[in-house]
């Protein structure tokens, strides 16, 4: 089993192809791509496929080629997801054109013929988690995942102040002051969180700001360890 190097994808602009339209797998597929801003093209035919992405196909939002896969069909391609796995024949034959023409390829649930896999993600704001298990159980990252999205769980609470972190590194920033990753979190406390999400968020952004002031140095820069966080003072 290879271990799978974790990396989020920029498809912003660039086509997506997804074979398979049917309204659970294929569907979910081509609605992310979407939402990712991908321009997507679908291969499926008219039977097969379900009536949100006919409704997608009609009003332009993708292409919509009603077949299944035929040779050459990943020209162009720039990320490729088979959602509809029925057909080993086809399978193979994608990912051989896909090693072809190094276009990146998931067969979803057949992961040798993948050259990436799709994690199982938690969208919180701006915050997305990724849970994979290098494709040994989908199951167990499915179960990871709706446990994290629960209103039980309280791990992806840091998620709920992420406005408030990101306007504070805006304004730090603005301010030329350079923090390494070790002044971040000195403040970013489980008391500034309770008062971030529960209080006063202004005044919280604005103690992260001034704390993050207090200790400015050179050695930050750029963004290595913080030698004035890390190195004891002399006695």
Known sequence: MPRYYGVFLDVQDRLGLVFGGDAHEGQRKVEYLLECGSDVKLFSPEADTSERLK?????????????????????????????????????????????ERNVLLNVMDVTPLCTFIAPALIHRNEVTVAVSTAGSSPALARRLREEMSADTCSCLRWANVGPILADARKDVRGRGLVMCPEKWQTFMTPTWLDEAEHGDSRKAQDELIEGLESVACASCAPYGSCQRIETPAPH
């Open 55 to 99: 409704e997608l196909a009609a009003s332009g939002e993708i292409e919509w080629v009603k077949r299944t896969y035929e040779p050459g069909d990943l020209e162009g391609a720039w990320l490729v997801i088979v959602a509809d796995t029925s057909s080993q024949q086809i399978n193979e034959a994608i990912s051989a054109e896909a090693r």
